[in-house]
């Protein structure tokens, strides 16, 4: 689904990537791992088109990536779930899901008003699809109403909606009690079974183990460590964040 060759990345004097390769399969969960300024955020804003590479190449879906913007890795099928999850807390269930591309019907022949009855059926529709409870009465309420970890899966159905088939997540589990962070690793393997691909991104080990297939661990812009989670362990992982 995704291979990445060879990508640097320079910030005036700072090497935030240096010659960094991953690659990822459909349905595959891939953990990138590593410390503050390890080149995590560089490497999925150039995937997601904040950035480009200064040298290296991307692949997607076997197509050169080039995207130059997140609109245009949007409009491939790229999205990012930053941990601030960019939703309109004023905003209801489905209005957030439509936020920006909000369906119109023609009233009384004269204008076009927002078809908010469709936003709210097809709101309803891909949280059932991706078997998130949300109760009825809290769809028509502002999202800042919802629990972290609704939210959070407001911000993951706004995705697939719109036909995500590379998901990147930035922390997804920051900031959730247990009980919702195990909703949302439930909700990372529902998309697994969808031939999804994820890119899972967590300072929380147990998190990565629970829900990865592999791992890829950065240190200082390099890759340190990669391996299949069955075939490594949390002190393993840790030694190459810590040394390399």
Do not use: C
Request: glycine share 8%; proline share 3%; net charge neutral.
């Amino acid at each position: 689904m995704l291979e990445v060759k060879g990508v640097s990345k320079h910030f005036g004097g700072v090497k935030a990537l240096n010659n960094v390769s991953m690659n990822l399969q459909a349905g595959e969960v891939l953990a990138l791992a590593g410390d503050n300024g390890a080149g995590k955020s560089t490497l999925i804003k150039i995937i997601s088109g904040v950035h480009a590479p200064d040298t290296g190449s991307l692949a997607y879906q076997d197509q050169p990536l080039h995207a130059n913007s997140p609109l245009q890795a949007r409009n491939l099928g790229i999205e990012t779930i930053y941990q601030d999850l960019a939703l309109a807390d004023n905003l209801d269930v489905g209005a957030n899901i439509f936020l920006g591309r909000e369906p119109m019907k023609s009233f009384l022949g004269m204008t076009q008003i927002i078809d908010r009855q469709r936003m709210l059926k097809e709101s309803r529709e891909v949280l059932h699809s991706l078997d998130i409870e949300i109760p009825e009465s809290s769809l028509e309420q502002p999202v800042r109403n919802l629990s972290g970890g609704q939210r959070q899966a407001i911000a993951i159905s706004r995705a697939i909606y719109w036909n995500a088939k590379l998901l990147i997540m930035d922390e997804p589990t920051a900031a959730l009690g247990v009980p919702e962070q195990r909703k949302v690793l439930e909700l990372i393997d529902k998309l697994r079974t969808q031939k999804i691909g994820i890119i899972f991104i967590s300072h929380n080990l147990n998190d990565i183990f629970a829900a990865s297939d592999r791992i890829l661990i950065l240190r200082q812009g390099r890759v340190v460590g990669e391996s299949k989670i069955s075939e490594t362990s949390r002190e393993k992982v840790v030694s190459q964040m810590v040394s390399g």
